[in-house]
């Protein structure tokens, strides 16, 4: 299936804000200078300036500035401010408005607040201010006052929102990166506990084994201490690969595929080389499991038969997978001792039932009436898991 290009609106999106605030300069100047043409042609007041070079040339300088509104705000406020103070003081009919209020907004939109309060806001209040009174000499303070809230309060006020918004849409963003490192160095330490116990406990048993048999046995023991060495090796290359992602360095480390139900038989002859007798019953047709799932699937086994190592005794265990149309079970039992319920918050079963939690699944533990301790785990297989 092809992908689909971006939309208009994405390509928009991509263009340089400069060309932007470039093209808004030229309409702004385009629309100040018409507008001047417009009303000194219908000026019947003798007493009202008509347009000259200089004229022209303010109306042009007033406006230009726009292109460079959002990198340098506050000088843009103060040149556009300057101009529209020198065209109300010559009495023309036209002035700059339209920039003034784009200027007042760019401001705001683009500093923060030290510079708002110390800056935009004096530098808008004192154009407005002058240019009005000069304007409009001998109107009352009432019209003043509005012209000012119109032409630079709104504005700033408008501006401030916008700036306070991506403000915090990108404390969000920033979160939510910071929660999702945390949440896989969480998931990695997850990880590296289950890889290290596995190892760790299946080399102590095999060590025990070799050093009982060592005096009578060589053979034995020559057997078990290559298990140690291969489990050692198996070990060492998942812990690099995990400690890795961890590092600066980790985007161009190696990477090794993460375990899943297909390595399941290698698990098993580990556990079995260990000396726990483990029998495999899978019940419905086998399916392919998303990789997260997979993952999940491969874990719970592992760490339910590291427990039977560690906390059972000699002991056997029995690995049943049943596949449903809407789930996978997975149980774990052995004949031996028992085992814990919990070992640690963030490790072992309790790290086990985060994640069976994150696909929506559900994890139970019980100590069997004959001896033993079970492990069931249901997990949906639904669209929510693709």
Not at 42 to 62: I, N, Q
């Amino acid at each position: 299936m092809g992908v689909d290009g971006p939309t208009l609106w994405e390509r928009l999106r991509r263009v340089n804000p400069l060309i932007w605030d470039s093209l808004l300069a030229a309409a702004v100047t385009a629309l100040s200078i018409l507008g001047a043409a417009l009303g000194d042609q219908a000026s019947s007041d003798p007493a009202r300036g008509s347009l000259t070079a200089v004229s022209y040339a303010l109306l042009v300088l007033g406006s230009a500035p726009l292109a460079l509104r959002r990198r340098w705000p506050i000088a843009v406020l103060v040149v556009v401010g300057a101009c529209s103070v020198v065209l109300s003081s010559a009495d023309h009919a036209f002035d700059l408005t339209i920039a003034v209020v784009i200027a007042s907004y760019s401001a705001a939109a683009h500093v923060d607040r030290d510079r708002f309060v110390r800056l935009t806001v004096p530098i808008s209040v004192v154009v407005a201010a002058a240019s009005l009174v000069l304007a409009y000499a001998g109107t009352n303070w009432v019209e003043v006052l509005t012209g000012a809230t119109f032409s630079v309060g709104l504005p700033m006020l408008v501006g401030r929102i916008g700036y306070n918004r991506r403000r915090r849409i990108a404390m969000e963003r920033d979160r939510a990166a910071d929660d999702a490192v945390a949440e896989e160095r969480s998931r990695i330490a997850r990880e590296l506990h289950d890889v290290v116990a596995h190892a760790m406990s299946v080399m102590v048993v095999q060590a025990g084994a070799a050093r009982r048999v060592l005096d009578h046995d060589p053979e034995a023991a020559r057997v078990a201490i290559e298990r140690i060495e291969a489990t050692g090796r198996d070990g060492m290359i998942e812990m690099r690969r995990l400690i890795a992602i961890l590092k600066d360095e980790g985007a161009d480390a190696e990477l090794a595929p993460q375990p899943g139900l297909a390595q399941l038989v290698g698990l098993i002859e580990t556990v079995r080389g260990a000396g726990v007798p483990v029998e495999v019953i899978v019940r419905g047709t086998p399916r392919t499991l998303p990789s997260g799932l997979d993952l999940i699937a491969y874990r719970v086994v592992q760490e339910a038969l590291t427990n039977v190592i560690k906390h059972a005794g000699r002991a056997s265990a029995r690995v049943g997978l049943g596949w449903h149309d809407d789930g996978l079970d997975i149980e774990v039992a052995d004949d031996g001792r028992g085992g814990p319920v919990a070992d640690g918050p963030g490790h072992g079963l309790i790290g086990m039932r985060e994640r069976v939690g994150l696909y929506g699944g559900s994890l139970e533990t019980t100590l069997r009436p004959g001896g033993g301790f079970l492990l069931r785990v249901r997990l949906p297989l639904t669209e929510a898991n693709p």
